[in-house]
């Protein structure tokens, strides 16, 4: 076999394992299970998204499936953690829609990601402020948290829900954020994994993330983790611990360019108990 053929053959195997995750079709829930408070009592249920990309390789209906799958395990609350869109959304009011099914199905935060606007976003030359995402989330009926703090009830539950701003984008503020010590759990929502480094200091129990996308393309027999842009490449997905604290990270509903290998789109589950 000459080298022509052998990359040929090497594209036609690596097709094979792009077509079914590069349509989507794929994305489905992954549950997770977490000892918050560990007491026995009611669970609290956390729908996780993260990453909708919506773009012209991500459609609005890829994004519905998401909605479909979070809404069918009637969630008490819904958090979703930045990059909304990769550039501007192709229908922003369509987008809203969907979202907005969200919202009238349970409480919703978000926080912001790098590619909502911001430093990151105005160096590529985009979006210097997040204005038309921020429009997108308000006609969605979202909380979005922006280095801000809110208490929430459900199933006789207390929980502080704490977003900041993305690492890439804005300041992190966490005195601005109220994170100051609390007898009551407290879940971040933090667009980077990264952002763990920047509130070491302050008291929180859990960190809801996303940003890596698992890495998005893990080329066969490698085990490659080659986008992920993170400093703590420990953090790439799943429910980890880190010292006494916990990471969940997403691998995202979207994706850049529409292309995801070995590394399928999830929606997450957690049940906090
Ligand atoms: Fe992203």
């Not at 199933?155 to 977003?163: A, C, K, Q, S, V």
């Not at 929502?189 to 859990?206: F, G, M, Q, Y």
Request: some cysteine.
């Amino acid at each position: 076999m000459n080298r022509r053929q052998f990359l040929g053959g090497l594209a036609l195997a690596s097709a094979a394992v792009v077509v079914p995750v590069s349509l989507g079709q794929s994305l489905a829930l992954t549950r997770r299970r977490h000892a918050l408070w560990g007491d026995g009592g009611p669970a609290l249920r956390i729908a996780h998204l993260s990453d909708l990309h919506a773009s012209a390789s991500v459609p609005l209906a890829h994004i519905g499936r998401a909605v479909d799958l979070a809404l069918a395990e009637n969630p008490d609350l819904i958090c979703v953690t930045g990059d909304f869109v990769t550039s501007r959304a192709p229908d922003p009011g369509g987008l809203a829609a969907v979202l907005r099914r969200l919202s009238a199905a349970a409480p919703t935060f978000a926080c912001l990601g790098n590619h909502d606007g911001g430093l990151w976003s105005a160096r590529r030359g985009r979006d210097a402020e997040p204005d038309a995402v921020l429009e997108i989330l308000r006609a969605a009926d979202f909380r979005v948290l922006r280095n801000e703090t809110t208490l929430v009830s459900a199933r006789g539950r207390e929980l502080l829900i704490t977003g900041v701003e993305d690492l890439w984008s804005f300041p992190i503020d966490p005195a601005r954020a109220a994170m100051t010590l609390d007898s009551r759990k407290r879940v971040v929502l933090a667009h980077n994994p990264d952002t763990k480094d920047e509130v070491a200091r302050a008291p929180w129990d859990l960190m809801l993330c996303g940003h890596t996308h698992g890495g998005q393309v893990r080329v066969p027999f490698f085990g490659g983790r080659l986008t992920a842009p993170v400093r703590d490449d420990r953090y790439i997905e799943g429910l980890l611990p880190w010292g006494a604290r916990w990471l969940q990270i997403s691998r995202g509903v979207g994706s850049i360019w529409g292309l995801r290998i070995n590394c399928p789109p999830e929606v997450i589950l957690l049940e906090l108990v």
